[in-house]
C-alpha cells in the first residue's frame, strides 16, 4: 500500500512540475487598462483600526495584509467584478463582490471598507462548498457556516449538539457524547464529516453510539453543506458535508498570536478549556493548540441521565513553509475521549423489550457501575500538505495532502473491553485550480483512500478484517456572464471490499455523479439558483456485512452482501437575497434515491411481530426506492444598526416509495425566532425553538411530542487593535419544558436537557 502511494506521490509531483513550467495561456494587460482597490478594515462596534487582516482578491488569489492603520491597497487590478474576502484568526471571515474600472487616474481608485463584527454576520466565507474560498451568497449549494465565538457559546462535546440549530440541520444522539448531524434527513453514511477538507477516519457513520472525533472549543468555523456534494467529496457525501476547519493552512503571518477560551454550565457540570499560539518568523509558521472537556449525567425536567457523562482531550501541533509560490506544512494530531451510552445496558439482556415497557422515568434505572457501558475513543493523525500557487500557467493552483489516521475505540463494560474497533485510513486528495480564461474557470483533481478496519469481541459484528479502498477522479467548471452563471462537474468512483473471513464475499463497486447548476442575477443583491444532481453511492461496509445484536442501532443486524449501488437524482431550488438590511435563503429540494439501503424489519415467523433476537428487533438491509422532499429558509432583518431579527425554519419528509412508509428517524417541521439587541459591545439575544409534532414515522417507531423552548443568549465584546475579550451567556430551556428529540435512539428513556446556563470566555491576541 505504502509503494502504491510513494509511486502516485512520485507521479503527481511530476505533472505538478511540467505544469508549472507551461507557458501562460493569456497575455498581460497594459498598465493603464488596471485599477487600484483600497480600503480600511475597523471593527464594527467601536471604528478601531484591525492590523493584520490579511485581504485577498480570491478570483486572482492576490492577498495583502493591513498595516497600523488598517489600511490595505492593492494596485495593478484588471477591471472587473470580484469577491474580496477578509481573514484574521478569531474573527470571522466576511465577503464582499467589488466593481473595478480601468484608468490611470484617480477615476480608477475604488473604495472598499470592512467594518468587522465579531459575532451576528450576514457575507460569510466558505471553502467546502465549490472547493476555493467564496462567499456563501455567491455558492451555488446552501452553505451554513458558524463562526468560533458561537461555537464557543454554544460549546458542547459533540457536533451535532452545536449544529442542531442551524435549518436544515437535525441531531442523531445515543446520548450527548455520540450527537452526529443530520442534514435534510440524510444520516450515518450519507453525510460526511471532515477535518479541513480531509476525511477524519472515524466510524461515527457507522452506529447511533459512536461520535466524531472533532474539538469545537478548537475551530476557526464549522461549514455544512446542505444537499448531495458528492463530486468534490466522495460517494459518502449524498446528503451533505460538514467540515470542520481549524486554521488557514495555507498562509501565515508575522509574530505570535494567540487564544484562549473557557466554558461552564450548571446543568451537566460541564467546564472546559482551551488555548492555542501560533508563531511566525518570516516565511515559517508553527502552531500548537490543546483543549479539554468535561460533562456529568446532564438533568432534565424528569431526573438525571445516568451515564450520559463525558470527557475530551485534544491537542495538535505543527509547522509550515508559505513562500509566495508555494508551501508545505505538517501536523500532528491527538484525540481521546470517553463518554457513556446512556441505558445501553437495558438492551444487553434478552428481557430488554419488557423492561422498556416497564419503565416511566429515568430515576427507575440502577445506576449499578458495573452495569454502564462507556466508549473510550482514541485518534491519532498525521497530515502533510503542499502545494503551488499564483503560478503564470494553465494551472494556477495545486494542494496536494497526505493523511494517515490511527483510530480506535473500545466499548467498555464496567472495567471490562467487550468489543475493540480499529480503522486504520490513509487519505490522499489532490486538487488543481485553473487560471480563469475568458468566463471558464473551474478545479478538477483526485482522491482517495486505503482502509483497514477490524472489530475484536464479544459484540464483533463483522468476523475478522476488511480492506476497503476508494479512488476517484472530478471536475468542477463554471462559466460567468456576469449575472448569469453556469457550473457543471462530474466525478467516477470505485470502491473496493476485500473481506478477511473466506465466508464473506468481495464486492466491487463503481459509479459516476454528475451535477449542472445555473445562478442568475435577478436584481442588486438579488439571485435564483437551480441545482441538479444524479449521484452515485456504494453500499457501506456494515451495510453489506454486519451480523449479529447491534446495540447502537438497537436492532439485531442482518447484513446483504448482494446490495447494488445507490443512484439519486436531485433538484434544487434557491431564492437569497443580501442588502444592507435583509438577508434571505430559501430552498426547496426533492431527491429521489433508486436502491436506497434501508434496514426493514423481519417477520419470518408470520406472527404479524417483528422477530426478536438477543432481545432486539431483527432488521435486514433492503433496497427500495425512496423520495426525499422539504425546504429550509433562513431570514435576518435589521430594522436599525442596534437590533436585528433572525427566521429559520425547516422541514423534510421521506418516504419509501414502493411501500409509502415514512423512513425512520427523519426530523420533523421546526421553527426558531431571535432577536439581537446591539449597543456597542452588547449583544442580547432572546430566541424561541419550536417543532411539531412527529407522527409519520416507521413501524419500528413511535410519535414525538411538538415542544416550545425558549432561551436567552448574551455576550460583551472588548476590542482593540490587538487583542479581544469576549464574554458569552447562555441561558437555555428556560421554562424547563420536558421534550424529546425524535431523532435519539433512546428518546423514551432520555429527554432532553432541562434549564441551565452556561458562560464563556475567550481573549484573542493578535
Partial sequence: MFMRIKKL???????????????????????????TLRGV????????????????????????????????????????????????????????????????????????????RLTGLREQVTVTASGIEESTFESFRSVTSVNALTLTEESHPSIGEVLEKEPGVAKRSFGPGSSRPVIRGFDGDRVLVLKDGVR????????????????????????????????????NAIGGVVNAISRDEQASHAGLRSYFSAVGSTNSRQAGVSAGIEYGYK???????????????????????????????NGEGGF????????????????????GIPFASLFEAEEAAAATAELSAPQQIVDEEEAQIDLDMRRKNVRVSGGFRNVDSFISDLRLTLDFTDYQHRELEGANVGTVFDNNVI??????????????????????????????????????????????????????????????????????????????????????????????GIYEGGVLLANYTHSYRSPALEELYNFGPHIGNLTFEIGNSNLTRERSDGLDFSYRHLTR????????????????????????????????????????????????????????????????????????????????????????????????????????????????????????????????????????????PRYAHVFTVNAFNLGDRLYRNHLSFIKELAPEIGRGVRFGYTVRLF
Fill in 200 to 235: 477524519t477516519g472515524s466510524l461515527g457513520s457507522q452506529s447511533g453510539d459512536h461520535g466524531e472525533p472533532i474539538d469545537v472549543l478548537s475551530l476557526e468555523r464549522l461549514e455544512v453543506v446542505k444537499g448531495p456534494a458528492t463530486l468534490l467529496y466522495g460517494s
Fill in 320 to 339: 509550515g513553509y508559505f513562500g509566495d509560490k508555494g508551501f508545505v506544512s505538517a501536523s500532528y494530531n491527538y484525540d481521546n475521549r470517553r463518554y
Fill in 283 to 313: 516565511n515559517f509558521l508553527f502552531w500548537g493548540n490543546g483543549s479539554g472537556q468535561r460533562t456529568g449525567d446532564y438533568q432534565t425536567p424528569a431526573g438525571s441521565i445516568p451515564n450520559s457523562k463525558t470527557r475530551v482531550a
Fill in 427 to 520: 487519505s490522499y486528495r489532490t486538487q488543481f485550480d485553473q487560471r480563469k480564461y475568458g468566463r471558464l474557470t473551474g478545479r478538477f483533481g483526485f482522491e482517495g483512500f486505503a482502509r483497514d478496519y477490524e472489530t475484536v469481541g464479544a459484540e464483533a459484528l463483522i468476523k475478522g478484517p476488511v480492506d476497503q479502498k476508494m479512488l476517484a477522479v472530478f471536475g468542477l467548471e463554471e462559466f460567468d456572464f456576469d449575472r448569469l452563471k453556469f457550473q457543471f462537474g462530474g466525478r467516477v468512483e470505485t470502491n473496493r471490499f476485500r473481506p478477511g473471513d473466506p465466508g464473506l464475499p468481495g464486492r466491487n463497486f463503481t459509479g459516476a455523479s454528475g451535477a449542472a447548476g445555473v445562478r442568475f
Fill in 581 to 720: 438590511r435583509v438577508r434571505v435563503e430559501a430552498s426547496v429540494f426533492r431527491y429521489r434515491i433508486k436502491d436506497f439501503v434501508f434496514l426493514a424489519p423481519v417477520d419470518d415467523d408470520a406472527d404479524g411481530r417483528v422477530d426478536i433476537e438477543d432481545g432486539l428487533p431483527v432488521a435486514r438491509y433492503l433496497q427500495g426506492e425512496s423520495r426525499f422532499v422539504g425546504a429550509d429558509v433562513t431570514a435576518n432583518f435589521d430594522p436599525s444598526e442596534h437590533f436585528s431579527i433572525n427566521l429559520g425554519v425547516d422541514m423534510v419528509d421521506a418516504e419509501l416509495k414502493d411501500e409509502g412508509t415514512p423512513l425512520p428517524r427523519i426530523p420533523p417541521l421546526r421553527g426558531r425566532i431571535s432577536f439581537d439587541a446591539r449597543y456597542k459591545g452588547v449583544s442580547v439575544r432572546p430566541e424561541v425553538i419550536l417543532a411539531k409534532d412527529q407522527d409519520q414515522i416507521f413501524p419500528t417507531e413511535t410519535r414525538t411530542a411538538g415542544y416550545t423552548v425558549f432561551n436567552i443568549l448574551g455576550s460583551y465584546t472588548l476590542a482593540r
Fill in 41 to 116: 478594515v475597523s471593527y464594527e462596534i467601536n471604528g478601531e483600526p484591525l492590523p493584520g487582516v490579511s485581504v485577498q482578491i480570491v478570483q486572482l488569489r492576490r492577498t495583502v495584509e493591513t498595516g497600523d492603520d488598517g489600511a490595505y491597497m492593492f494596485t495593478n487590478v484588471p477591471p472587473g467584478t470580484y469577491t474580496v474576502t477578509t481573514h484574521r484568526e478569531g474573527i470571522p471571515d466576511v465577503a464582499r463582490s467589488v466593481t473595478i474600472t480601468a484608468g490611470d487616474d484617480s477615476s480608477a481608485t475604488t473604495t472598499l471598507d470592512f467594518a468587522l
Fill in 9 to 35: 506521490a512520485a507521479g503527481l509531483f511530476a505533472v505538478v512540475y511540467l505544469l508549472c513550467l507551461a507557458p501562460a495561456s493569456f497575455a498581460r494587460q497594459q498598465q493603464s487598462d488596471r485599477g
